[in-house]
């Protein structure tokens, strides 16, 4: 038999390989094709320059022809901040740190962008007069990129609910879990009179239609909360207090772990940062102790990407506030969504295989 694979080339592209399965056309003996799953070197196409530092790119990646597969928005939003202030120079201090970050990933065969296109979109312009007018132009602008898989980066976690207006332009809202991370509930109905409130982001997602919410590292909520995460079955919370229990609580994070990798449909994650412990981030906007070690987010990161029913369509990273001393916060929130565009695009590899 006879093994057809046309593949056409462009001095712009170079070519890497990696072990993968493949499927060809196989035309028999008898003259007839059809299709085979064989094992081959797949040639994964690169882009020529981006070894090549661009200044202001997630990674510092350069950026090629094409449509990308990856998307970085970055949403300097910061209206309701209620403690410590400066979310809205969060993301451009984070696209600064990850220029620092390493391309190397073991889940991927070759280094970020391992074949595939990052791209690094404008920043939300800010544009508004009111709250509203301004969380409208968030939604708005997410839409413009729903074509690529987004990593938005924040701002205050008040812009959760915009975020979600954009998707549901897309899907139904009541086939979503939303993973959230988070020392906070998020769940007030309002704060200070104000129901767009940070504080009221999840809240107001399941206004949205939003079916369900999965939240770990919870560690500080009010009493409202409490009651309404007893009593909303579309609500479930893994406490820091028992995930990181010295008795049980591994058999708590199992069971974290186990849930995620049982999610069915579209999935999307929104990673406030104080869900970690302040070491790691310690100018994020309301800082709690007792939170989730860096690795523990990791972990979630991975089981969600390979989930084997899930649809992962997309994260925010927000409460992000620049360490003007050590730089800690925004490198750690620059790995973190560095491992999210692997996490994915592993995943992406192992579809298309």
């Given at each position: ?22 499927r060809l056309a ?29 200044e202001g790119n ?175 079955v579309r609500v ?118």
């Open positions: 038999m006879t093994l057809l694979w046309r593949i056409q080339t462009s001095p712009d592209v170079t070519w890497e390989q990696a072990d993968l399965f493949q196989v035309i028999t003996s008898e003259g007839r094709t059809s299709g085979r799953f064989v094992t081959i070197k797949r040639l994964i196409p690169r882009v020529g320059n981006v070894t090549e530092h661009a997630f990674l510092g990646l350069a950026e090629g022809d094409g449509a990308a597969d990856v998307v970085i928005l970055s949403v300097p939003y910061e209206l309701t901040t209620s403690y410590g202030q400066g979310t809205c120079d969060g993301p451009k201090a984070t696209l600064q740190a990850s220029s620092q970050v390493e391309l190397y990933d073991p889940l991927l065969p070759e280094d970020l962008p391992c074949g595939f296109l990052l791209h690094t979109a404008q920043p939300w312009d800010g544009k508004g007069g009111s709250l509203e007018e301004q969380l409208s132009g968030i939604t708005d602008y997410v839409s413009q990129h729903d074509s690529a898989f987004p990593v938005i980066l924040g701002g205050e976690h008040g812009m959760l609910p915009a975020i979600m207006r954009s998707i549901s332009k897309r899907i139904d809202l009541n086939d979503l879990t939303l993973i959230q991370i988070d020392a906070h509930a998020d769940l007030r109905d309002q704060l200070e009179g104000d129901p767009d409130s940070h504080a009221c982001a999840a809240r107001r997602s399941l206004d949205l239609g939003v079916g369900k919410i999965l939240q770990i590292g919870i560690r500080a909520f009010a009493r409202e909360e409490a009651e309404f995460i007893a009593e909303d479930e919370s893994w406490l820091a207090r028992d995930v990181l229990n010295p008795c049980g609580g591994e058999a708590t994070w199992l069971n974290w772990l186990n849930t995620l990798s049982e999610i069915e449909g579209p999935v999307w994650l929104t990673l406030d940062i104080d869900s970690l412990d302040p070491s790691y981030v310690p100018t994020t906007g309301t800082p709690v102790p007792g939170g989730l070690a860096f690795w523990q987010v990791i972990e979630t990161i991975e089981t969600i990407s390979s989930a084997p029913s899930a649809k992962w369509i997309g994260a925010d990273i927000n409460e992000i506030v620049p360490d003007p001393n050590q730089h800690v916060t925004e490198f750690t929130a620059a790995m973190l969504a560095t491992k999210i565009v692997a996490a994915h695009l592993a995943r992406k590899l192992e579809d298309e295989s």
